[in-house]
């Protein structure tokens, strides 16, 4: 079988219909008989066929049946990702249904609404098109393509994008190490319409300022949008710390909430520039801070804040990873229980898929015990309802939030 180079990607004219069928062992179609997306190298049986990385393949099971049509590439440890549970056509027309029952699945969870114009209009995976995400900042999106199918036919999804939304500017964001593993190159480029660097937008009445092509994920972290508004509701009376914080949103919303103080640390230059420019635009007080948090908290004042945050970067992006993240993160944790005042309200974050929420659990019960803390939970959260996994997909599951109230 050969792969396809990162030139190619762009070139090659992608397949409709089926190149070649794949067939699993007994006892793998299990999963997928169920809902999950993914087939794993060591569940195929055989390949019938010489299909090309990215070709549309038909998968079936060990007795012939067909389960569905999948994207292959032999790059991959997931050398097909399921695209349609039916035999059809993988075409414009395909990919215009497929972004147009995003949005009525959107439009059901009441977005875009007079308040937030900022949300994930496809998830991957939970809107079947796997490997690509579409983010609305108010009249742009920015789309981020990180399987090699997909992007052979990005042209038809922002055809699609245009059809449904009629946005005034496509982004196309980095795929990062994703196009690495998969065998192509993905620049970071107006991919359609007006050429502007940022995108006023609101997210639940805040103004802010997006900028997809600088900044991290596809422009901002909207999956949090649940958790910001939480802070926003437990903050009146409060003194805050928001760590790692990015563009400031925990502490936007922790402002209108009636915090009395609130500090906002994070390493970039940029984020604390954006922070105060997101502050000043919301008629706020922030004080932003250019730090290392490990070394902000190691010098704060033991119990200085009844309201802390942190929401730190991917610790684990790796299963090799895992014990190395879980020691950062427990220290991490232990430095900010320990600036918690008694009834503080501590909230943990992580995004690393590789951590579940019991590991995260875990971390924050020893995080306790060394900062000699006791903790109850009040809450544990995960992305906004926009971010649609199907039900059996648990690799999905990355991004977990725990508010525990510390006394």
């Known amino acids: 079988m050969s792969t396809t180079s990162p030139a190619a990607a762009s070139s090659v004219a992608p397949n409709s219909t089926p190149t070649a069928q794949v067939t699993l062992r007994k006892g793998k179609a299990r999963p997928l008989w169920f809902g999950h997306p993914w087939v794993y190298a060591n569940a195929v049986e055989k390949v019938a066929g010489t299909p090309e990385p990215g070709d549309v393949i038909s998968l079936l099971d060990t007795d012939g049946r067909f389960i569905g049509q999948g994207l292959w590439n032999v790059r991959s440890q997931i050398p097909v990702r399921l695209l349609s549970r039916e035999d059809e056509p993988i075409n414009d027309a395909f990919f215009l249904r497929r972004i147009r029952e995003a949005q009525a699945r959107r439009t059901a969870l009441g977005l875009p609404n007079a308040n937030t114009n900022v949300y994930r209009l496809v998830n991957s995976e939970g809107d079947h098109l796997p490997g690509l995400v579409v983010d609305v900042y108010g009249d742009a999106v920015s789309v981020q393509i990180t399987t090699l199918g997909l992007f052979m036919r990005r042209a038809a999804i922002y055809d699609a994008l245009q ?45 802010l300022e997006v900028e997809p092509l600088a900044g991290q994920k596809t422009g901002m972290f909207i999956d949090q949008r649940v958790a910001r508004q939480r802070v926003g509701q437990w903050s009146k009376g409060r003194r805050v710390l928001d760590c790692y914080a990015y563009a400031g949103g925990f502490s936007l919303q922790a402002a209108r909430g009636g915090a009395t103080d609130i500090t ?18 919301n008629n706020a007080t922030v004080r932003a801070v250019e730090a290392d948090v490990f070394r902000f908290l190691q010098t704060a004042t033991a119990g200085a804040y009844d309201l802390v945050i942190i929401d730190p970067p991917k610790f684990a992006k790796a299963r090799k990873d ?9 220290r991490l944790n232990t430095l900010a229980l320990r600036t918690c005042a008694p009834g503080a309200i501590f909230v943990s974050c992580s995004c690393s898929q590789n951590i579940s929420a019991d590991d995260l659990e875990r971390v924050v019960a020893a995080a306790a015990k060394a900062a000699g803390r006791n903790l109850s939970v009040l809450d544990r959260l995960g992305p906004g309802p926009d971010h649609l996994l199907p039900l059996s997909f648990t690799e999905g599951q990355y991004l977990k939030v725990l508010f525990s109230y510390v006394d």
């Open 322 to 330: 895992l014990e190395a993240a879980r020691k950062g993160y427990e």
């Open 163 to 207: 059809t449904v939304l009629a946005p005034k500017t496509i982004f196309q964001v980095n795929a990062g190490s994703y196009a690495d593993l998969e065998g192509f190159a993905c620049n970071a480029e107006i991919a359609r319409g007006q050429s502007r660097i940022s995108v006023p937008c609101v997210e639940d009445g805040i103004r």
């Open 264 to 281: 906002a640390v994070d390493s970039s230059p940029r984020a604390v520039a954006r922070i105060e420019a997101h502050a000043a635009a």
